[in-house]
């Protein structure tokens, strides 16, 4: 079975320190807004065009303008020469009206408010500390890992929280990085983060009272009921929980299933990863493939059966091929049940499913990037468990077929899952660094850094949701806030700086790539 440190050596990348953006807005009558801070504190813009511009110690030149704010270095990476900054992420407003240079940093005013923007010295470790810090702080409901809705701009303190349809899925996953975290720092702040998501995942199946069924998620007594979603009420009425289940759910659930179990020392969670894992596979084996809803009926997306796939689920069924078959060797794995690693051989041998994986561009109807999340989260416990060359060669190929997308968007947590299959493939793995370097600080959602870009390139075609996508990767702090079931190339999204994302995007590529070696340890 795969190990820690199992990276290939021409793969592992010794990190140290890196220049981090840092960005505190505040308004034009604050106290510490510097007096210089004028329309005289920065050079005109050549030809007289409108505009203001600056020489920082570190050599780099800032423009401001209508349009915003850019910074031009002469050194470092050539994939960070040219930086955007625009509102709402890092000003108040897009007219710049004046900057006043600040070692490497500036002051810049706008006609609304004033930002100071600077760079600070930080590790890998240290980033991903920030994020860990706001988890149990501002961004978790009931354990699991949610993101804060603000009641006003710039207000971190007070905020609400409100159920997803993936609540098991999105905390599985930070879950996953605090167990790597564990793993490889044995601290007890990341045992005590990841125990008390990796409870709040296992009480998903237990809160519904169906053996073999978990909820998306739950409200208790008390709470507003949502207004999305199909809710059942608790046999005693201390809770509702949300049911129509999906793959997606499950697929958050083995992950960190297999992963808790391995990595976390508590052997009350490990049996009782034990028995949920072998309820929601016998419930799915004893249906045909289906997970059944309390309507007696599938839900609308637990499908996982050859009915399915030759018809409706035609264009799905590489993914849930790989969905299910990764479910059951999971399970096989973590109850050592024979009847388990039965039903695996038979789905992936006698009956097929081992091809279907490898069928994915032949029967892609779309480019759809929450698939892509679900089909790597589904491949990471196969290529951590299966020791069959044959059936190793057949998951390659399938992993492969959706790398031909995945490469083009330097994603760390894909790259570094796809590598450990595939160690000969070369390619630039610091663009995973680059990744995480320039994922910001301020999760919060905002518009993407587009209005006056040059560089913009548009697609001719338009995404999955007929918006428009551009040809070139913008860097993470320049581009929208986004789960990594997002399209990093779709600029047309919109935004709302009254919620935030948790850092789940940089802790589990992080750990992740920490705990197999792909990042070594920073000096």
């Not at 060797?329 to 279907?356: N, P, W």
Request: glycine share 8%; aromatic share 12%; proline share 5%.
């Amino acid at each position: 079975m795969l190990g820690r440190n199992s990276a290939a050596e021409k793969d592992r990348i010794r990190v140290s320190a890196f220049m981090q953006k840092k960005c505190e807005q505040m308004s034009l009558d604050d106290p510490r807004v510097p007096k210089e801070l004028s329309e005289s504190a920065a050079a005109p813009l050549p030809n007289g065009a409108p505009g203001c511009m600056c020489r920082t110690s570190d050599g780099a030149v800032w423009i401001g303008n209508a349009n915003g704010l850019t910074r031009t270095a002469f050194d470092g990476d050539p994939r960070d020469k040219v930086q955007f900054f625009a509102a709402p992420r890092y000003l108040a407003d897009n007219r710049c009206v004046s900057l006043l240079p600040d070692g490497n940093g500036v002051w810049v005013r706008t006609e609304t408010g004033v930002s100071h923007i600077w760079y600070e010295e930080m590790t890998y470790a240290g980033k991903a500390a920030v994020y860990d810090g706001r988890i149990l702080s501002r961004q978790t409901r009931h354990g699991f890992v949610s993101e804060p809705h603000f009641d006003v701009k710039g207000d971190f303190e007070h905020f609400k929280h409100y159920s997803s349809d993936n609540d098991g899925l999105w905390t599985a996953m930070y879950a996953a990085g605090a167990c790597y975290e564990y793993a490889v720092t044995g601290s007890e702040d990341s045992l005590k983060r990841a125990v008390t998501t990796v409870n709040a995942v296992l009480d998903l199946v237990d809160v519904t009272g169906r053996p073999g069924y978990p909820a998306r998620s739950y409200i208790l007594r008390g709470e507003k009921l949502p207004e999305d979603g199909f809710w059942v009420p608790y046999a005693d009425g201390s809770l509702t929980w949300k049911s129509d289940t999906s793959s997606d759910e499950l697929v958050g659930h083995f992950l960190i299933y297999l992963i808790a179990h391995e990595l976390l020392p508590d052997e009350n969670i490990r049996g009782h990863i034990r028995r949920v894992a072998a309820e929601i596979c016998d419930g799915i084996l004893a249906n045909g493939c289906y997970l059944i809803d309390v309507t007696g009926r599938p839900t609308r997306w637990g499908r996982w059966s050859l009915e399915y796939f030759n018809g409706k689920g035609y264009s799905d069924s590489s993914l849930n091929s790989a969905e299910l078959l990764s479910f059951l060797k999971v399970t096989a794995h973590v109850t050592g049940e024979e009847r388990f690693a039965e039903a695996y051989r038979r789905l992936a041998v006698d009956e097929g499913y081992s091809d279907i994986v490898c069928k994915y561009l032949e029967r892609r109807e779309e480019i759809n990037y929450s698939d892509e999340e679900l089909c790597y989260l589904s491949y990471l416990p196969l290529v951590i468990l299966e020791e069959d060359e044959e059936l190793r060669a057949k998951y390659r190929e399938g992993m492969g077929q959706w790398w031909q997308n995945i490469r083009r968007e330097a994603n760390p947590l894909w790259t570094y899952i796809y590598k450990l299959i595939a160690p000969d493939e070369d390619f630039d793995m610091d663009s995973c660094l680059w990744t995480l370097r320039r994922l910001p600080l301020d999760m919060r959602y905002s518009d993407p850094a587009i209005v006056g870009r040059a560089d913009i390139e548009y697609e001719q075609e338009l995404d999955r949701f007929h918006k428009r996508q551009i040809k070139n990767l913008l860097p993470p702090d320049e581009r929208r806030i986004m789960k990594w079931n997002g399209n990093p190339f779709a600029v047309e999204t919109g935004g709302n700086i009254l919620s935030e994302e948790p850092g789940t995007v940089y802790t589990l590529p992080y750990w992740l790539g920490r705990y197999y070696g792909f990042i070594v340890e920073e000096d």
